[in-house]
């Protein structure tokens, strides 16, 4: 889901996902305002171009691109820019989202506490930011979206939160578990959530997510799309039309199915099933002759 609101130049965009409840992304383009927030969550925000100072907790912080600014839920913030107007990107969590990261990934040792209030990021998490934002959308699929996210909290995590330790290996991780996610997303991969396919495999979800793409060089979205991929591909063969065959296949639409699939085979699926049209007509023309053959036998026996 996403409502935006455009005035002159600027543009701020207000994202969310039915598969992350509780997590908002805000996309702020060309913004000349001061922003006065009370935010109750917690959020971390990117500057890519704005720069200007963010008064927060009695002090007033240098904001610009290469640091985020960390707020604590009931923390007003109050940012203002020095002259230019500027771009940023802010993730807001419920409380409880980030406690459950905290106890899945540094059990019995953190709190859920920034180690400052403005952090300089590595080129990684800035990268991992980036990719989070770019992918929420309303055509994103559940297990793409959190599991996008997942990644990103790793990373947020070891950098942003006091006393946190680095992420552990997935070296030690169950190869059975594994195996059993592969089972479940070829059983039932076109619809498949992150959350299910962990439980079902017995491991945490950032266990169930670093294993497998250990494992198979893919993480589970990633491995569920050419799952979608390869089920088209089998339905375009079969004469469907395009359509029909975005909706099967869990896309938002035919526009969305078709750059998926040209970015995959390079090709359009009108393109990719041409070919074979010939063949099809002739399989339905016999269909439709049998049928209308058996539809007359049967009046003649009445």
Request: proline share 6%.
């Amino acid at each position: 889901m996403s409502s935006r609101v455009s005035t002159s130049n600027e543009v701020v965009d207000y994202r969310r996902s039915a598969g992350l409840p509780g997590v908002e992304v805000i996309n702020a383009q060309h913004s000349p305002r001061e922003w006065r927030v009370m935010c109750p969550n917690y959020a971390v925000v990117m500057f890519r171009t704005w720069q200007g100072g963010v008064r927060s907790r009695g002090r007033v912080h240098a904001g610009q691109p290469g640091v985020v600014f960390c707020n604590t839920p009931g923390e007003v913030m109050v940012a203002n820019p020095h002259q230019a107007p500027g771009s940023f990107s802010v993730l807001e969590l419920e409380a409880n989202i980030l406690e459950q990261w905290l106890a899945e990934q540094q059990p019995n040792s953190v709190q859920p506490d920034w180690a400052a209030v403005m952090s300089p990021i590595s080129a990684q998490l800035r990268r991992h930011f980036c990719g989070f934002f770019a992918t929420l959308s309303p055509t994103a699929s559940a297990m793409q979206v959190q599991s996008q996210l997942l990644e990103l909290s790793e990373v947020m995590i070891s950098e942003l939160i006091a006393g946190a330790r680095q992420p552990r290996p997935a070296a030690a991780l169950t190869l059975r578990g594994v195996a059993r996610m592969r089972e479940c997303l070829n059983e039932e991969g076109l619809s498949i959530d992150l959350e299910t396919l962990a439980k079902r495999a017995g491991l945490s979800r950032f266990q169930a997510l670093r294993a497998f793409k250990q494992r198979y060089g893919l993480p589970p979205h990633a491995y569920q799309l050419c799952l979608r991929m390869g089920h088209a591909r089998r339905l375009l063969l079969e004469g469907a039309p395009a359509a029909d065959v975005a909706v099967r296949c869990g896309f938002a639409d035919q526009s969305h199915f078709t750059r998926h699939f040209k970015r995959f085979h390079g090709v359009t699926p009108m393109q990719y099933a041409f070919p074979h049209a010939p063949a099809v007509r002739g399989i339905r023309d016999r269909q439709r002759r049998t049928a209308k053959s058996s539809a007359i036998v049967a009046r003649s026996d009445r």
